[in-house]
């Protein structure tokens, strides 16, 4: 009898057994494919490699110090760099586990009762194994979709875009959520024709709308054509290059293109678990859980993708490491409202807590704004797009959301997250010393910004 089976080897899964074995848990890892699951083979990783890659080529283009000789990309070697890293990073994680003693099991895992679960491994053998408590961290698939079907061929979803072996001339990305700017970002930047279909008015629906227009400002400049409000009707893949149907503000529009990406919606990858057979109840294609992350079987939990509430790597790991806490009798810290969401664009998009919108709705608030254009590190970088923008609660200067649009957004957020996470009031915030020249002044000085203090800004910029 295990302590711990976890279904799925992604961050959530392999988070939960590598804590759960440093606590003294008899873990066991049940995977179907590689581990790192989702992220570390075809999600995360990946995807940043070919990502700085491109950002790295861009920054070089645009600098006029390197003279005038144009580089070129070689697509093969690129591919063959995101397959090396792909490859490191899932040996590491995979002689973590083995240090830990974490068992893994090779198969596919189904719900016999609540505490046993079949096993099938390759050669088709079967068995049962019985834990005292089980985690389901299978992660999340996309959706079929009846008009937009990935053929893999002209109409591919993000798992075959990364396996293309040559740059296409030009590409229609269907949504405007953080996948397609990513994968927007790196074709445009190494020369395909790049058109961005979303069906909400703004890029990046739920972000701050400023953020969300500044950032459309940036890559319409970059050449990327964006289309919002705007419907796929009907794809054709039946020709040479694949037809979409449109239909928008200037009504019914056909354009062609030579591929087709749809990152589609995704939910949680649970059909073939059994749930019905343990009496596991979903929501809109996610596991229900309590606080605790327990599903409605005793016994069962739940973690990451496969909960739905954000879908990132981030997410399915702090899920994880707060199970164990909770089945090894610690208390839940984690907090909904409280994950970063990041988009690894050039510039990048950062942000936590509530949009302005939002917190507008429900109480009085201030709000800090920074442009990187007055940060000194962001000009010596030729990176100075972006904002900085803090919504504070206006009677107790609670931080109730941080939205950074500007150089490593990504990296500058997790300042947010330590504030929002020991609720530092901005005047704690604000009396720390960053160092000079840096990115992170710019967080200093929206914050200086909401008592209209900030230093190197002009008032009306
Ligand atoms: C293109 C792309 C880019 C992304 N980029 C980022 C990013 O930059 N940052 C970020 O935070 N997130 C990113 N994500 C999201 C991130 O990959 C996921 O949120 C994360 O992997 C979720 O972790 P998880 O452990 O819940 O699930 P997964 O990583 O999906 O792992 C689940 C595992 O369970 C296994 N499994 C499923 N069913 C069974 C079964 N019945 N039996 C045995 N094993 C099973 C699967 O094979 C899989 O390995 C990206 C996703 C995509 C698709």
New binding site residues.
């Given amino acids: 009898l295990r302590d711990l089976i976890i279904?799925?080897?992604?961050?959530?899964?392999y988070s939960a057994a590598i804590r759960g074995a440093q606590r003294g848990l008899k873990v066991t890892i049940?995977?179907?494919?590689?581990l790192?699951?989702?992220?570390l083979n075809?999600?995360?990783i990946p995807?940043?490699t070919l990502l700085h890659h491109a950002h790295l080529y861009t920054s070089f283009s645009k600098s006029k110090a390197f003279g005038e000789q144009s580089i070129s990309v070689h697509y093969e070697k690129l591919f063959e760099a995101k397959e090396e890293v792909v490859k490191k990073v899932v040996a590491g994680i995979q002689k973590i586990l083995a240090a830990n003693q974490v068992e893994i099991i090779n198969?596919?895992?189904?719900f016999i009762n609540p505490s046993t679960i079949s096993v099938v491994k390759s050669d088709q053998s079967r068995g049962d194994i019985r834990g005292k408590s089980v985690v389901i961290?299978?992660?999340?698939r996309s959706e079929v979709d009846p008009i937009i079907r990935v053929d893999g061929e002209r109409i591919l979803g993000?798992e075959e875009v990364?396996n293309l072996k040559t740059l296409p001339q030009s590409l229609v990305i269907i949504g405007g959520g953080r996948?397609g700017l990513e994968f927007a970002t790196f074709f445009n930047s190494f020369g395909s024709r790049v058109t961005l279909i979303e069906k909400e008015p703004q890029i990046l629906p739920g972000m701050d709308h400023e953020i969300s227009i500044r950032m459309r400002a940036i890559l319409v400049r970059q050449g990327i054509k964006l289309l919002t409000n705007t419907v796929v009707s009907n794809v054709d893949a039946s020709g040479n290059s694949p037809v979409l149907t449109l239909l928008g503000k200037k009504g019914i529009e056909k354009i062609k293109a030579e591929k087709v990406l749809y990152?589609g919606t995704r939910k949680a990858?649970i059909e073939?678990?059994q749930l019905e057979k343990v009496g596991i109840r979903t929501q809109d294609g996610f596991v229900s859980i309590n606080r605790h992350f327990e599903t409605s079987a005793k016994g069962v939990f739940a973690?990451?993708?496969?909960i739905g509430q954000q879908?990132?790597?981030?997410?399915?790991l702090s899920t994880g490491l707060s199970l164990v806490d909770h089945l090894t009798g610690g208390e839940v810290s984690y907090n909904t409202r409280q994950i970063p969401y990041?988009v690894?664009t050039k510039p990048e998009i950062a942000s936590i807590g509530m949009t302005q919108e939002e917190a507008e709705r429900n109480q009085e608030i201030l709000v800090g704004k920074f442009p990187f254009a007055g940060a000194g590190q962001a000009q010596s970088m030729m990176e100075e797009e972006g904002i900085v923008k803090f919504v504070v609660d206006k009677k107790y200067g609670e931080i109730l959301g941080v939205h950074i649009l500007g150089p490593q957004a990504t990296e500058l957020i997790s300042l947010a997250s330590l504030a929002m996470k020991n609720e530092l009031t901005i005047e704690m915030l604000g009396s720390a010393i960053f160092p000079h020249p840096s990115l992170s002044e710019a967080i200093e000085e929206a914050v200086w910004d909401i008592k209209n203090e900030a230093i190197h800004s002009l008032k009306n910029w």
């Avoid at 279904?7 to 899964?13: A, D, F, S, V």
């Avoid at 790192?36 to 992220?39: L, S």
């Fill in positions: 279904i799925g080897g992604g961050p959530g899964g049940i995977e179907q494919d590689r790192g699951g989702t992220c075809r999600g995360c995807t940043k198969g596919k895992a189904s961290a299978t992660g999340a993000t990364l996948r990152p990858h073939n678990l973690v990451g993708d496969a879908l990132s790597a981030h997410h399915a990041c690894y």
